[in-house]
């Protein structure tokens, strides 16, 4: 007996027997679509969460004066003379002082720390933001020193009902919590890019994000003259480490000092918790993955019935010829077929279901076409794997015997 008509012989005995069929199938069934569930839909939140932070951190890092070494602590943080010397190199592409610090605002009757980031157009270019109501600082409003700010929709929302009822109000911010408050206009509403990372880490507290122009800052700190680190963009964003590297050098030149200033792309925060999303992801595709292996048991066990079923069946078929090996690869086709035809059901289910759930969690899915192709592999094997011990069973019965049951 050939291959086609070993094929042909195994349709016909699982047509024969269409609701078991489905039935043996279904196992496999859930446990492929279960998989590109899972799958898909883990990928698409991890693109949709990291895909923003490494998008804002590619090609652009931070340089640190050395804050533990008391001798340098305060003589070589950045100062204004020093940058304006780097951009004097012309080898990056934006360079600008990055100052970060908690101030505070009454929000629905108690102090929230805010993260105030200062603007200025280097820093605007180099971390962007989106903006969904209202504008970005305009050119004079840099020096001008009013009090203007922009802030994230998270915070316009529970202070002014809505991002957009935001613009043009006034916000109460403060250094400390014992400082007086002081009124800044909003000028703009961003996105907060942390809402769905914290969402996904379990937390409640999404961050809160301000920004002041440079200028604003300046009139209302003494203490903004020097900057303890500044943020740079590289000219092309693939030789960003050679340009972490550039910037050590052209900095001990100017200070004459080896090993003073440290440098972090911004990506690698991003990158950490990407790591993080893809074991979590590969973990949960294990577990939906294992009904897989339950799915096979399932195969096995009816197969093993089919054979006690056919035994008279493959009695006759060894009294006209058929030999062991043509027994064996006759079921081992069978079993190969259940769980190959499961598997591109399942195939077919889990694209449903993931866009379904999909749009439910609002996460686009991302289905990949190795995952289908290599959960069709798996599925066939798993038809190999299970489907060896009743073939091996059937091929080894006495034919003389086989041809006796009933």
Do not use: C, H
């Not at 993955?289 to 093993?304: A, E, P």
Request: proline residues 3%.
């Amino acid at each position: 007996m050939n291959f086609i008509e070993s094929f042909n012989s195994a349709i016909k005995s699982l047509k024969g027997n269409r609701a078991r069929s489905f039935l043996t199938m279904l196992g496999i069934i859930i446990g492929i679509s279960s998989v590109i569930t899972m799958s898909a839909i883990g990928k698409g939140g991890q693109k949709n969460i990291t895909g923003k932070l490494k998008e804002n951190g590619y090609g652009k890092f931070t340089v640190y004066a050395d804050m533990k070494d008391e001798n340098f602590r305060w003589k070589y943080l950045f100062e204004d003379e020093m940058i304006e010397k780097l951009k004097a190199t012309n080898e990056f592409k934006n360079i600008s002082p990055k100052i970060t610090q908690r101030i505070y605002s009454k929000i629905k009757d108690r102090f929230e720390i805010v993260w105030l980031t200062v603007a200025t157009p280097e820093y605007q270019k180099i971390d962007k933001v989106n903006f969904l109501y209202g504008r970005d600082f305009i050119s004079f409003e840099y020096n001008s020193g009013e009090k203007i700010v922009i802030i994230d929709n998270i915070t316009a929302k529970d202070i002014f009902g809505s991002p957009q009822n935001a613009l043009g109000k006034n916000i109460r911010l403060a250094l400390t919590r014992k400082d007086p408050e002081i009124d800044y206009r909003i000028v703009g509403v961003f996105e907060n890019n942390f809402e769905d990372y914290v969402k996904a880490m379990g937390g409640k507290r999404i961050p809160r994000f301000a920004r002041f122009p440079l200028s604003t800052y300046e009139r209302l700190y003494d203490n903004a003259s020097n900057y303890s680190s500044i943020v740079v963009e590289s000219k092309d964003p693939s030789k960003a480490s050679e340009d972490m590297a550039k910037m050590k050098n052209i900095l001990e030149n100017i200070t004459g000092v080896s090993d003073l200033y440290e440098v972090k792309a911004l990506s690698d925060g991003a990158a950490s918790f990407d790591n993080i999303l893809s074991t979590l992801n590969l973990f949960v595709t294990f577990v939906a993955g294992i009904s897989l292996f339950v799915g096979g048991v399932g195969v096995m066990n009816i197969m093993l019935v089919s054979v006690i079923e056919r035994t008279k069946e493959i009695g006759i078929r060894k009294a006209i010829g058929a030999t062991n090996k043509d027994i064996m690869f006759q079921f081992l086709i069978e079993s190969i077929i259940l769980t190959g035809l499961g598997g591109v059901l399942g195939i077919i289910l889990g694209f449903i279901l993931g866009n379904i759930i999909g749009k439910i969690v609002n996460i686009p899915p991302l289905f990949s076409i190795t995952s289908m192709v290599i959960s069709l592999i798996v599925s066939m094997g798993i038809g190999i794997i299970f489907g060896v011990i009743p073939a091996k069973k059937a091929a080894e019965l006495n034919p003389i015997e086989a041809l006796r049951s009933e």
